[in-house]
């Protein structure tokens, strides 16, 4: 500290003394340096500024956007399937696993609880089933097989089917809506309850699965 001191002290008189014009001429260029020196900065501080809201708003729109997990029906297996179009009512009854697909496209998992998911014919119930609740890690799918039966017990009236079945289709409708949470960074929750509408058509003469669409 002592030493400082006395270094700084010797330079302290020479700034009472009065100025010569040269000196004087060397100050005003180093105050027009010091007058850059400090625009510098600015530009410096306000690019900062300009790259860090970038960089927040790079951030808010991909990582912490939060979108919609999507439910679908990815694959049928048949398991046993029964029809008979030939009496004077239509009638069927299925066994198959339904394989569900939980995509989640966010930066985040999504957890959901246990749900039902419905399958019609024509409007009316005919089966439904259990989606286990599960997690669907960040960006990744996940995959569920559910074991689902339908038959058509529950039809009133079988005129829809029995004109369907005599060319060998039937078709069903299934729907579910998830409940759930989106976690992200481990701070941030957002409740999610994405839908499934999904038509399956299936080949009664080849007893497959003809077609699946989801919405
Ligand atoms: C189909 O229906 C007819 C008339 O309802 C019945 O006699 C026949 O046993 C049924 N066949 C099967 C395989 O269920
Ligand atoms: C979820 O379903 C399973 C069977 O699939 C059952 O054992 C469990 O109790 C259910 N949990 C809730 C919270 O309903
Ligand atoms: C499901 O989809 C079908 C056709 O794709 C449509 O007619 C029906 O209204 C939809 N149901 C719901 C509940 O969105
Ligand atoms: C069922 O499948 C068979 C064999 O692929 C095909 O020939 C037939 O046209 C299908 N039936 C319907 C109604 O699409």
Redesign the pocket.
Known sequence: MADKEQQVHPLKPADKHPRSDEESASSLQSKELKRKKRIKYAVYIAAFAVFQTAVILVFALTVMRVKNPKVRIGRVTIETMESNNTGAAASFDLKFIAQVTVKNTNFGHYKF??STMTFLYDGVRVGEA?I??ARARARSTKKLDVTVEVNSRALTTTTGLDSEMSSNVLTLNSQAKLRGQLELMKVMKKKKSPEMNCTLTFNVSTRNLQELNCE
Do not use: G, Q, V
């Open positions: 609880d246990n259990i286990p609740k």
